[in-house]
């Protein structure tokens, strides 16, 4: 007997990439993060100009005329047919697209074709966000890289037992890409998906980062996600906010999570809704949102820059609270549709809602500065990150890169952690390992019905 193939697959793989000449898992790397970096760079730029020539006709025609409203509806229809067909083509591109790699990276998936993926998840993702759903784009950018992985993996007709590894590298580029963020994309295939940290895969992970990195530099000019116009960092006298921030966003979190997973459920259980019906739900909620209350809207709503106002703050937690609890169910129903989309956009926009929360008091009463709020912003997107996924490094390092805010890491640690180990002391599961095991009770009932006669 080979007990080889007894090990499990990320082991074996770590054993073959041992093998490897160091040249060939340079260029592997480099090809699989620059091409994933060119075309996920390629999917960002292509949003940015549709959300900003969006918001342009919104505002150059308000949405108060008939007609304008006619074109709102007949754009919405559109787009969500044409996500619905997509999705009925390729249902692997259904959600975030982070639980499918990471099964496929465990070998409890089988291989994905990785072409016809690649380019429903593109356009699929690429639907949901201009209809303004509440979905996120690092899930689907992640699946992308991977494709890419997968894509350059039988390019140089790797076996089976070495596919893990452009996996693993494919969602590395996929998240640097996504957020300009190579040390958060780092962290995440090795806390969220666990690979086994030794030497040839960490290269192999950190040169993919490295070719995304690179793609990025040359050929788009992105620049941070959040580019906060004042900045001023905590004092060492206020570094009792965030374990306080912590603990809250671990109570946060366990509340999001229980919202995205029961409202999928829920939506699960729904077999005698046609597919189509499902699918359409979020885009008509979009519309009905965009007349009655577009701060929840995505690309047109509010955002977490700006969040950083103490104009908008001024106006307290009468205006935040309601924005906050409207934008997790707005989100967790966006979700639960099974549309191509991910969660962490959502997710971070929900933590700096709760940040500004906090902030907003403390404003009020003097505790912080106005160049301050900025800081409670990021503190509240690292921790429920962190509840929400159980990655608090993971969640420390992509807020940090995103704002550009070295200095403020230990501040972030000291929110991501307690948050991180509250949602764990209260038994909440991280929300992509329910739907790990939500795609795994899935495919067993299809294959049970499959084979009974």
Not at 342 to 353: D, H, I, K, R, V
Request: charge should be positive; hydrophobic fraction near 55%.
């Amino acid at each position: 007997m080979n007990y080889r193939t007894l090990l499990p697959a990320s082991l074996r793989e770590s054993h073959e990439l041992s093998r490897l000449g160091a040249w060939r898992l340079c260029l592997q790397a480099l090809l699989t993060g620059f091409i994933s970096g060119g075309i996920i760079g390629s999917f960002r730029w292509l949003y940015d100009h549709i959300r900003l020539s969006s918001g342009y006709w919104l505002q150059l025609y308000a949405a108060d005329t008939p007609l304008a409203w006619l074109y709102i509806v007949a754009g919405l229809a559109l787009l969500a047919m044409s996500a619905h067909l997509l999705l009925r083509h390729e249902p692997l591109i259904s959600g975030s697209g982070i639980p499918q790699v990471e099964l496929m990276a465990a070998g409890l998936l089988p291989p994905m074709r990785w072409q016809r993926v690649l380019w429903c998840k593109f356009t699929g993702t690429l639907a949901a966000l201009s209809a303004g759903l509440s979905v996120g784009r690092e899930g689907p950018c992640i699946q992308m890289g991977a494709c890419v992985g997968a894509g350059v993996g039988q390019l140089w007709h790797a076996p089976e037992a070495q596919r893990a590894r452009f996996l693993v590298g494919g969602s590395v580029a996929g998240l640097t890409a996504a957020f300009g963020a190579p040390v958060a994309g780092m962290f995440f295939a090795f806390e969220e998906m666990r690979s086994p940290l030794g030497w040839p895969l960490l290269c192999f992970a950190a040169l993919s980062a490295a070719g995304a990195w690179l793609a990025l530099a040359l050929f788009f000019d992105f620049g941070p996600v959040f580019p906060f116009a004042v900045w001023r960092d905590l004092a060492w006298r206020d570094y009792w906010l965030p374990p306080c921030m912590g603990l809250l966003c671990g109570l946060v979190g366990l509340i999001y999570n229980a919202v995205i997973i029961r409202l999928t459920l829920w939506q699960d259980s729904l077999s005698f809704l046609p597919p189509w019906l499902r699918s359409a739900f979020p885009f008509a909620l979009s519309g009905l949102l965009l007349a009655v209350w577009p701060e929840l809207v995505g690309g047109v709503g509010i955002d977490t820059l700006d969040l950083a106002s103490p104009v908008l703050l001024g106006k307290g937690l009468a205006l935040l609270l309601p924005l906050l609890l409207g934008k997790i169910l707005f989100s967790g129903l966006s979700f639960a549709s099974g549309v191509a989309g991910g969660l962490l956009m959502p997710m971070l926009l929900a933590g700096s809602l709760l940040g500004a929360c906090v902030a907003s008091p403390l404003l009020d009463a003097g505790w912080i500065r106005a160049d301050q709020i900025p800081v409670l912003l990021v503190l509240g997107m690292g921790g429920l990150f962190a509840a929400t996924v159980r990655a608090p490094l993971t969640g420390a390092a992509l807020v940090v890169e995103m704002a550009a805010c070295p200095l403020s890491a230990p501040a972030v640690l000291l929110t991501a952690l307690p948050a991180a180990w509250l949602a764990g002391r209260l038994d909440g599961a991280p929300v992509y390992e329910s739907l790990k095991a939500r795609i795994l009770h899935r495919r067993a009932a299809a294959q049970t019905a499959a084979a009974s006669p």
